[in-house]
């Protein structure tokens, strides 16, 4: 039961409640991260928020360490599982730094790359959105796709380098002084070789368009219109095939929770049990449930409307048909 508090957070309004403060941790702790990168927090921050920080960490220590001890499972699986590592990694930088205690000059690396791992709390939203196993089953089943789209995406980007790269080379001279492709006028061409002329294929393809590089020739625009149309599509494809996969999964996790849920209240029927939630949930449960059976009526109008059409249609053509079968039997009676 007290697993379920921590974990859970649909379980009772006690587990509403610490899953709020948890996710209002997060919050904090986040915004303290970005705070502390600002000019004047680089030599020290503020005492505020150290001591923001200090009961931030004690909450995710508490947490983690609280359904490590209380959990059923083989806990070196638990620990294994994803999201914990998650909330292991979220803690271990500031436990490290302050049982070390780095200080020097030479520990100023390892203080920042132990820093960098405070991002990993951002992770910890995931706990709180029950649809993010769509996106990866989703990205799971787009796999093959990606995979050609990528080979597909690979292969344009070196062609359209290519072609930029000879077409500006077309109007440039080499300068033996100091090694470097120019135009006419002097100016030293950014397309100097493929390899220097990828970023601009990828920054055209995919629209960005920084203008650090562009080309200055006719022949060299003509190719550039011809990289953005073709970054359109290959762009446009991979996310076709993932929107598909999503809408697919979507429905499949929807499915699954109506059994689930349906299995829940027969047990709980039958074990005459009452399932203890907060008021909030509850209502936020009834909510969804009817906005999924509008969409059903919405859905199941729209297919009456097209059953009554198509029967309409049908009916006209049985209705002439017998017209046409009644005029073929009274031209057979008459005489000849």
Not at 73 to 97: A, K, Y
Request: aromatic letters at 14%; glycine letters at 4%.
């Amino acid at each position: 039961m007290l697993y379920r508090i921590l974990d859970d957070p649909s379980f009772s309004q006690t587990s509403y409640i610490y899953s709020v403060i948890n996710f209002i941790s997060i919050v904090v702790s986040t915004v303290l991260f970005l705070v502390s990168t600002l000019p004047e927090n680089h030599d020290s921050s503020p005492l505020a928020y150290e001591i923001i920080e200090i009961v931030v960490i004690s909450l995710f220590t508490f947490d983690y360490f609280s359904r490590l001890i209380l959990t059923r499972q083989n806990r070196i699986i638990f620990s294994l599982h994803f999201m914990n590592l998650v909330d292991l990694f979220s803690i271990l930088p500031f436990l490290i730094e302050g049982v070390l205690g780095f200080s020097s000059v030479s520990h100023i690396v390892i203080l920042r790359v132990l820093r960098l791992f405070r991002v990993v709390r951002l992770l910890k939203f995931a706990r709180y959105f029950k649809e993010l196993p769509v996106i990866v089953r989703a990205l799971k089943a787009s796999g093959a796709g990606f995979s050609l789209a990528v080979f597909f995406i690979i292969s344009f980007v070196i062609f359209w380098a290519t072609l930029v790269y000879y077409a500006e080379l077309n109007s440039c001279q080499f300068d033996e002084s100091d090694s470097l492709w120019k135009y006419d006028d002097g100016r030293p061409t950014p397309f100097q070789s493929i390899p220097h002329s990828l970023w601009w294929t990828v920054v055209t393809m995919t629209t960005v368009g920084y203008g650090d590089q562009v080309p200055y020739t006719t022949l060299g625009k003509i190719v550039g219109s011809g990289t953005m149309i073709s970054g359109l599509f290959s762009i446009a494809f991979p996310l076709t095939i993932l929107a598909g996969n999503f809408g697919s999964e979507y429905k499949k996790l929807r499915i699954e929770r109506e059994i689930k849920d349906e299995k829940r209240l027969r047990r709980q029927r039958k074990e005459n049990v009452t399932y203890l939630s907060s008021p909030k949930v509850l209502l936020q449960e009834i909510w969804g449930e009817l906005l999924v059976l509008r969409g059903e009526l919405q859905n199941s109008k729209k297919v009456l409307d097209d059953f009554e059409r198509q029967f309409k249609k049908i009916n006209l053509y049985v209705t002439q048909l017998e017209r046409a079968m009644a005029k073929q039997n009274q031209d057979r009676k008459k005489p000849k």
